[in-house]
């Protein structure tokens, strides 16, 4: 079994920065790509930003400049710091990792998700 459990969501005003967080447990052999996703009323899951084994990093246009994604390999853990947050960045986040459990292979795993609101 594996467990992704994030945190570090809320309410925040324009302008203002959040930091998520996003923690893996359970039988795990390795973790390759880890990354974040979200999702606003009536739209699409989409990417956010991703971050490789080797630390290299893409996001979306979108967030470029404002968002920096992170990775503590130590902890099993991604970070997501979120600058000047936008009311368009409010959506649930999700975290995604690819992770290799003992005597399998590689699959991808999502946390449970956690509110961004961005609002005054």
């Known amino acids: 079994q594996v467990q992704l459990v994030e945190s570090g969501g809320g309410l925040v005003q324009p302008g203002g920065s959040l930091r998520l967080s996003c923690a893996a447990s359970?039988?795990?052999?390795?973790?390759?790509?880890m990354g974040w996703y979200r999702q606003a009323p009536g739209k699409q899951r989409e990417l956010v930003a991703t971050?490789?084994?080797?630390?290299?990093?893409n996001y979306a246009d979108s967030v470029k400049g404002r968002f920096t994604i992170s990775r503590d390999n130590t902890k099993k853990t991604v970070y997501l710091q979120m600058n000047s947050l936008k009311p368009e960045d409010t959506a649930v986040y999700y975290c995604?990792?690819?992770?290799?459990?003992?005597?399998?292979?590689?699959?991808?795993?999502w946390g449970q998700g956690t509110q961004v609101t961005v609002s005054s």
């Open positions: 995604n990792m690819r992770i290799r459990r003992v005597g399998f292979n590689e699959a991808d795993y």
């Open positions: 359970g039988s795990i052999f390795s973790i390759n790509a």
């Open positions: 971050i490789s084994s080797s630390r290299s990093t």
